[in-house]
């Protein structure tokens, strides 16, 4: 079988396993993120769209607004590539008991198709070793709605995982922050929010942000054995999205 596709990835320590000090987890390599415009006009100059980019990226919105629609509903959306449905998350403590947005959530999720999964033979995987020994975020989860590198919620609590992130220094920039993709407005998380402050995991407060997408950053000077002499930035390769 033809090798269509390739993918770089490097190996970092698996901070999520407790049993094993001595495996691996491999994190792709990312070029970047690509827009539905970016995609459409792939399509179009590789040949293999009958219409044009613009068309098609009309197109793909009018459908992807209908599909939000719909989802909104509680139908669920199998379009081959993937699947997505609504579901409500968090405890109802009786048969009486009604929708409570205060304890309950709703989270959309999606996972890979059929017509996606048949893909998955046509890459390759290539290991580029064990990544420098920096920082590194490797997951975050909300909490409250139970997201995985997603929606966070406000005022309640982040897990972030990851590999020498504990937040130390005398550096006046150290910290956790979130970013606005918008407006680069940084928001720090104060100190005094920090629950939990471990090489492996923090569990941070999540600020009073308003809505919109972030990144999320931790810099530190935590070595494992020293404190640095400059601060290093980890990134997490996923923007998180607060309604």
């Given at each position: 079988?033809s ?44 040949g293999?769209?009958?219409?044009s ?19 909104c ?20 403590d009786s ?7 205060d ?22 995987v ?31 609590n ?7 992130i ?11 922050f979130?970013?606005n993709t918008?407006?680069g407005v940084r928001?720090?998380?104060?100190e ?11 569990i941070?407060?999540i600020?009073?942000?308003p809505?919109g997408?972030?990144?999320l950053?931790v ?25």
């Amino acid at each position: 079988m033809s090798i269509l596709h390739k993918i770089k990835a490097y190996l970092y320590d698996n901070t999520l396993t407790k049993d094993n000090p001595n495996d691996f987890i491999a994190r792709t390599a990312s070029e970047r993120s690509l827009s539905v415009k970016q995609i459409c006009l792939s399509a179009a100059n590789r040949g293999g769209a009958d219409i044009s980019a613009s068309a098609m990226e009309h197109a793909t919105e009018l459908f992807l607004k209908e599909m939000a629609y719909q989802l909104c509903d509680g139908y669920s959306i199998n379009t081959g590539y993937f699947t997505a449905n609504t579901t409500i998350r968090g405890v109802f403590d009786s048969p009486s008991e009604t929708f409570n947005k205060d304890k309950h959530s709703i989270i959309f999720q999606f996972n890979q198709g059929e017509k996606l999964r048949a893909e998955i033979p046509n890459i390759e995987v290539e290991i580029l070793g064990v990544a420098e020994a920096s920082s590194v975020i490797l997951q975050v989860t909300d909490v409250k709605s139970g997201s995985v590198n997603d929606l966070i919620t406000p005022g309640r609590n982040l897990k972030i995982a990851g590999s020498k992130i504990k937040v130390a220094g005398n550096d006046p920039f150290i910290g956790v922050f979130f970013v606005n993709t918008t407006s680069g407005v940084r928001t720090m998380v104060e100190e005094s929010d920090m629950v939990t402050n471990n090489p492996s995991e923090l569990i941070v407060v999540i600020p009073a942000l308003p809505a919109g997408t972030y990144q999320l950053e931790v810099v530190t000077q935590f070595a494992d054995s020293s404190i640095l002499k400059q601060p290093r930035t980890a990134l997490l390769d996923k923007p998180l999205t607060v309604e």
